[in-house]
């Protein structure tokens, strides 16, 4: 060793403390290599000129001078901690904060750590006896512990979420009736993510004894779920027949597992019914929520249910089914009451096409009730374009342009389709341009979709490493 360093140890121990200072200051937080090996560096050299100049860590300083003497000793006392805070930062190198067993597992280690270096300093440093130290630190822990009981309780609960671990840091969960997405979890709390894009801070002693939905076990999938009152007096198999036909006209739903629709509940006024489908992880669950009550709304209103009466009559269908219609909005009552006595009902059974490609509509087609699919071809293959349900339209272009139809139109469910012959609706046409134009621009984002749906996707470039550039390169 230098004789610098051996005749002003005390010095050069304090410029190592400053280095590590300066490196914990200036190494930024994505160089964990840089910053553990650098402290560790340091810790080590630290180690080295403190044990040369005889202040070992299990002895008192040799010192005689008074100054000296005091400056060893705090030097001693910050070796216990400086060892015990570069312990921390390489065990945070070797285990990365992921989930539970990353995040808290560091906290708990690290606080473990920091308690055995303290009483070790106190021990060894400053002479202080272990029996009192130990009964000391017990009566302070139990002071503590009441003070801090509830604070206590969310560090425990968090250990057994740990090893439980019942959800992970982005898993959308719902705790206590609070649905969000996992940002953080910590030693006391599980921080949540919720659709209205704001933060609700779980402590983890609520989530250890309370009901937790993971919607993202298993990974790929997640549940979306509704619930609706109907009233008693409307048959039972008449709503779940309208909810299933919602959920089918759904694409975004998967095929398998298939959607369900249930009974609840019953009380003496109305039923509850719970319909759920399931999507791929990443999908905007609220949204799709939003069009799955739409669309029970839509069914149950087509199959005569207004949840305040009696079911309808098939002509008050009809001419209700006007009233949802935004084509025909600028109508008046009269007008729409007229028309509605020209919307001949057709019936449709689950599989049968009712627009094929190329043929021109004889007419405006209506759906009353269930599920029509429509489908573009693309090189040959069958392409779905999307899902059709109660009041949605479709055969506009044979009506405004006499232009074929673009898509094959095949019923997915029995379907009730009211169709309006073409010359009853160019009346209507020539009357309002309103209706003209919706209709008109209808055809053109329909146009617009299927031409978005037929233009080719770029290939995805395949990334490779020299690793396998060489392989394929080898005879």
């Known amino acids: 060793m230098p004789p610098f360093v051996q005749n002003h140890p005390l010095v050069i121990s304090v410029v190592l403390l400053l280095l590590d200072v300066l490196a914990w200051r200036m190494i930024p937080a994505s160089r964990q290599i840089w910053s553990a090996s650098t402290r560790l560096l340091l810790f080590v050299l630290y180690s080295a000129v403190i044990f040369q100049a005889g202040m070992g860590p299990t002895n008192p300083p040799p010192f005689t001078d008074d100054t000296q003497n005091l400056v060893a000793t705090i030097l001693e006392i910050i070796w216990w901690l400086f060892g015990a805070r570069t312990l921390t930062v390489v065990i945070s190198l070797l285990m990365p904060r992921i989930g539970h067993a990353g995040r808290?597992?560091?906290d708990v280690l690290g606080a473990l750590?920091?308690?055995?270096?303290?009483?070790?300093?106190?021990?060894?440093?400053?002479d202080l006896p272990v029996k009192g130290l130990l009964a000391t630190s017990g009566?302070?822990?139990?002071?503590?512990?009441?003070?801090?009981?509830?604070?206590l309780s969310d560090v425990f609960s968090g250990i057994v979420l740990n090893i439980t671990k019942p959800y992970l840091l982005d898993d959308w969960v719902s705790i206590e009736d609070t649905e969000g997405k996992v940002i953080e979890i910590d030693w006391r709390a599980t921080h949540l993510l919720t659709s209205q894009g704001s933060t609700v801070v779980i402590p983890n002693s609520l989530a250890a004894k309370t009901k937790v939905h993971n919607f993202s076990r298993p990974i790929d999938i997640n549940g979306v779920t509704i619930h609706l009152s109907v009233p008693v007096q409307v048959r039972p198999r008449l709503v779940l027949d309208a909810l299933e036909k919602a959920m089918q006209g759904i694409g975004a739903l998967l095929p398998n597992p298939k959607p369900k629709v249930t009974i609840k509940g019953s009380d003496l006024e109305s039923m509850q019914y719970e319909a759920i489908g399931f999507v791929r992880a990443g999908e905007n669950k609220a949204e799709i929520r939003n069009l799955m009550y739409d669309l029970a709304h839509r069914h149950l209103e087509a199959s005569g249910i207004d949840f305040t009466s009696e079911p309808v009559t098939r002509h008050q269908s009809s001419r209700l089914l006007l009233e949802e219609m935004k084509v025909f909005r600028d109508l008046s009552t009269a007008e729409k009451e007229s028309l509605s006595q020209h919307m001949s009902p057709l019936a449709y059974s689950a599989g049968q096409v009712v627009l094929d490609y190329g043929e021109i509509a004889g007419g405006l087609l209506v759906i009353g009730t269930g599920v029509v699919r429509a489908t573009v071809l693309e090189q040959g293959d069958t392409l779905e374009a999307g899902r059709l349900g109660p009041g949605d339209i479709f055969g506009e272009e044979g009506v405004a342009a006499e232009a074929p139809s673009l898509a094959r139109f095949t019923a997915l469910t029995p379907c009730k389709i009211y169709r309006i012959d073409k010359d009853i609706i160019k009346g209507y046409l020539e009357q309002h341009v309103e209706v003209l134009a919706a209709i008109s621009n209808l055809r053109h984002q329909r146009s617009q979709l299927s031409d978005s749906l037929l233009t080719p996707k770029p290939s995805p470039i395949k990334k490779t490493g020299f690793l396998q550039w060489w392989l394929k390169r080898r005879p």
């Open 104 to 106: 808290l597992f560091q």
């Open 113 to 126: 750590i920091f308690l055995v270096a303290i009483v070790a300093a106190a021990t060894y440093v400053l």
């Open 139 to 151: 009566i302070m822990a139990i002071v503590i512990g009441l003070a801090l009981q509830s604070t």
